[in-house]
Structure formats: C-alpha cells, structure tokens
C-alpha cells in the first residue's frame, strides 16, 4: 500500500509537509504532492516555482528525504507543457495535473474540476505534458468524479490514461459535492474496471478502518490522505506499521518544530534561496490553524487553543505549548 499526503490550497505548503513527513519518518508517506501552481498564459519565473516548492532546492525531497511532486493546474496544453518542462528541469521528481478543485475562483478561469466537462481538452494537456516531460519523470493526473455529474467519469479517466499519464488520483465526490459526506469510493471501482493506469483512492480517509473500507469499495490498494493527515498526524504510522499513537508531550514538540520552521524558515540552508519567510503575525495564524485542526483529535489541543486563540506573541504561544501539560 502506497500512502500520499494530499495537496490541500493553504494547508499543506512546505512546513506542513516538512513536519508531517517528519513525524510519520522513514515508512511513512510515498510522496507529497504541493499545493497547485497556477499556470495562465505564460512560463513562470523560476522564484515562483521554488516558492511553492523550496524542496527542488534539495533535490526534490522533505527533510526526511520524502519526494514532492509539483502540482500544475492550467487549461493551455502548451503553456502547461513548458511549465512542465522547466519544473522537470529544476529537478521536480514528478509532476502532477489538477483536474479536481473545485473552487469557484478557479473554475471561472477554466481551472480544476470545471475540466471535467472537456475530456478533450484533458487529453491535450496530460499528452501535452508527457511530451514535455524527461520519459523518467512521471507525469499523473487528479481528478474528481465528474463537474456536475458523473457522466464523463469514465471518459476522463480513459483520456488521462491514452494521454500517457503514469497513475491517476480520483477524489471520490463531484465539484458539486464539494466536500459534503459520504466519498462515494464504489465509483472508483467502476473507474479500476475500464482502465489499466494504477488509481489512488482519495476522499474521507481518516482512520484504519475507513482505510480499509476504501480499498474494499474502490478496488484501490494506494491511497491519498489529506485534512485526516493534519488532524490526526500519527494516522499514516498507524496505517502502515500499526505504530502507538503519540503521546501529548511528543505532540508538543513538533508543534514547537513547526513554530520553528516558520518563524526562522526550514534549518537547511538552501531554503534561504526559496523566498519562504513569515511574519511574527503569520507564523501565530499559521499554528493556530494547525492546533484548531488537532483539536478535532486530542482534547489537549483543544484547551491549549483555547488559551491561545487571542495571543499575538510567538513566544508567549510558545511558553503556554511548554507549559501546557501542566496547565490543562
């Protein structure tokens, strides 16, 4: 079973991923993939790429030396393909497409999910790409079920397969299930029956045993985990070696890592070179977003956000997460 940290827009970027690989270590994630790179109408200056992803300062890889795959969504097959290009040559060790968001702002701009209306067009850009792209370097795709509907399920999957993609990952919902319960994982089934890619199974994986339900349903033996990863970060241990859970006080220490990370940027001295700096202002928001997400898991994260949630000091933040054994 292969296990991928999801691309999610504004929460898994470059510390999250730095301390999530590091907290599920060496039998944990396969691979990351980064949060989207909007491609529009022309090649992208190097910094932006980097900005995304610090990691191809360093070969591609986490700190754990987990490999990133850089995401691109676009609808211009050349433009894409370029972009590919120069991604590939800055050492991306894979390149991913996203035919899945399904954000308003980004489907009004022929971005994401809205795709799936167009299997033609996404045979363009995946064959596009895969032209572009070293034959070395994988290229695969994202998708979801369908736009409004899942009419076109199996046609999207077929043309992202006869484009030459390596593996195709299927968010088990529509763009107009947006993220509303259940993932409908059976679909995925349908989608394994008519073509001879390997497909990840993605969408409302959270626990060992929806794990398992998933590959039951979808026929899929890898799969892609994405909020569950953040609020629950030993579950990719649990899932893989069946390892004990953390305890509160290990918890508290990648917390401070990941206060760390952001207020001082990653310890490797190649991310000096990436532009990723944070303000006093936006490491605090960050971290509360992290500890908000934990609290839907450990009841500690809960009352220590609690104490927090009005503090604007990093170190103040920081002596409460020290002392937070003792005060809650």
């Known amino acids: 079973m292969k296990i991928i940290l ?27 993939v980064t949060e989207f790179i909007r491609i529009t109408n022309q090649l992208l200056p190097t910094k932006v790429f980097y900005h995304s992803c610090p990691e191809l300062l360093q070969a591609g890889k986490t700190a754990n030396g987990t490999p990133v795959h850089v995401q691109l969504l676009g609808s211009e097959p050349q433009v894409l393909a370029e972009n590919a290009q120069r991604v590939a040559e800055l050492g991306a060790p894979a390149i991913d497409l996203n035919f899945g968001c399904p954000a308003k702002s980004v489907n009004q701009h022929r971005g994401g999910a809205v795709l799936l209306d167009e299997p033609d067009t996404i045979y363009q850009i995946v064959a596009a790409v895969r032209h572009a792209v ?7 795709a994202k998708m979801r079920l369908g736009f409004n509907d899942r009419l076109r399920m199996i046609d999207n999957a077929l043309a992202i397969e006869s484009a030459g993609a390596n593996w195709l990952t299927v968010h088990a919902r529509t763009k107009a299930d947006g993220y509303r319960p259940p993932a409908h994982w059976y679909e995925l089934a349908k989608i394994r029956q008519m073509v001879k890619l390997p497909v990840i199974a993605n969408g409302d994986i959270d626990s060992i045993a929806s794990a398992a339900q998933c590959q039951r349903d979808s026929s899929c033996t890898d799969i892609m985990i994405g909020r569950a990863a953040v609020i629950n970060p030993q579950l990719v241990r649990q899932l893989k070696t069946q390892a004990a859970a953390l305890s509160w006080p290990e918890l508290v220490q990648w917390q401070l890592m990941f206060l760390s990370d952001m207020r001082h940027a990653l310890a490797h001295p190649a991310f000096a070179d990436s532009g990723i700096k944070w303000t006093e202002h936006g490491a605090v928001g960050r971290y509360k977003q992290w500890l908000a997400m934990l609290s839907q898991a450990w009841p500690q994260a ?3 956000f609690d104490l927090v949630k009005k503090e604007k000091s990093y170190h103040r933040i920081q002596e409460l997460l020290v002392q937070s054994d003792v005060l809650i």
């Open 134 to 140: 070293p034959r070395h370097i994988p290229v695969s």
């Open 302 to 304: 809960k009352l220590l």
């Open 6 to 32: 999801a691309p999610m827009e504004g929460l898994t970027d470059v510390h999250m991923r730095h301390i999530l690989t590091q907290i599920a270590g060496e039998q944990g994630y396969d691979w990351c």
